[in-house]
């Protein structure tokens, strides 16, 4: 599966410049997202988290029932979110380039010694697609699991009760980056330019989450089109969500609202699935 690389660039929000745990070192001894309930036949009734990647307008988010808004680690924005919406914090991403990174252990100290406690972040969103740097990808960086696992664990020193979230790619490395991270992100694209869907992929990742234990996880879901990926139509749209309630997943983050010419906003129909998903209501 060739995945989201392109997921790092958009989450660069506008306020952000861009696009575990304490103690023990494991994420379970931070504060952890909660459970939504189960809905009758499988899959939930609602969502804990959902998260639209670029899109740093809280009230356009509220209008489609995005309760995480994609902004920098800057006070000023996430203070100003309305009622109803939190921040998940992009802190940088990690540079397949220099196995580092992008934001120094020292320049993450001094954003989030300004937001510790601060009611209206959620969670830090701290690497996007960094299981690329493995030797095994096609990188040079054979300690980058190690590397995410410290940065979890700083933030989880520096912002206690936050979440930290990654996006890993390529289903080969959950195990790897499994608690590396108190979530997971993972973003399996069906739908190809000039191809039907292809329906194999979302359970095969599925399967390949429980196989790897990962404890929580969101699905990035697909509606864009670049390159060799295509917008899906809503009812593709509705079938991968589908698919996804039949798993343990607790959020979803939507990829992208608006990168690189792939403006969600011309989509209405994909608008409409994604809204009755955020608000708990059935697929029509």
Not at 154 to 180: D, I, K, M, R
Request: proline share 7%.
């Amino acid at each position: 599966m060739l995945a989201a690389t392109f997921a790092a660039a958009g989450c660069q929000g506008a306020a952000a410049g861009h696009g575990p745990g304490s103690g023990s070192g494991s994420p379970a001894d931070a504060a952890s997202p909660a459970a939504p309930s189960p809905a009758p036949g499988g899959g939930q009734a609602s969502l804990a988290y959902r998260y639209m990647t670029d899109l740093h307008n809280a009230a356009q988010a509220a209008r489609y029932g995005y309760n995480l808004v994609d902004l920098g680690p800057y006070r000023s924005s996430i203070d100003a979110l309305p009622a109803g919406e939190r921040a998940l914090v992009w802190i940088g991403n990690y540079s397949h380039a220099t196995c580092s990174f992008t934001m120094t252990d020292a320049s993450v100290r001094g954003a989030l010694s300004r937001l510790a406690g601060n009611p209206k972040v959620a969670g830090y969103y701290i690497a996007d697609d960094a299981d690329y740097a493995l030797p095994a990808d096609g990188g040079h960086c054979p300690d980058v699991a190690a590397q995410v696992t410290a940065r979890s664990r700083l933030v989880h020193q520096l912002a206690p009760g936050t979440f930290t979230y990654e996006v890993v790619s390529e289903p080969g490395n959950y195990a790897a980056f499994a608690h590396a991270t108190d979530v997971m992100g993972a973003d399996p694209y069906p739908c190809l330019r000039g191809r039907r869907c292809n329906w194999a992929l979302i359970p095969a990742d599925i399967a390949a989450l429980n196989a790897a234990h990962v404890p929580r996880y969101w699905a990035v879901l697909q509606a864009f089109g670049y390159r060799q990926w295509r917008f899906p139509t809503p009812a593709e749209l509705a079938r991968m969500i589908s698919q996804w309630q039949r798993s343990r997943w607790q959020g979803e983050q939507t990829f992208t609202w608006d990168w690189r010419g792939s403006s969600l906003a011309q989509h209405p129909g994909l608008l409409a699935v994604l809204r009755n998903l955020n608000r708990g209501k059935p697929q029509s």
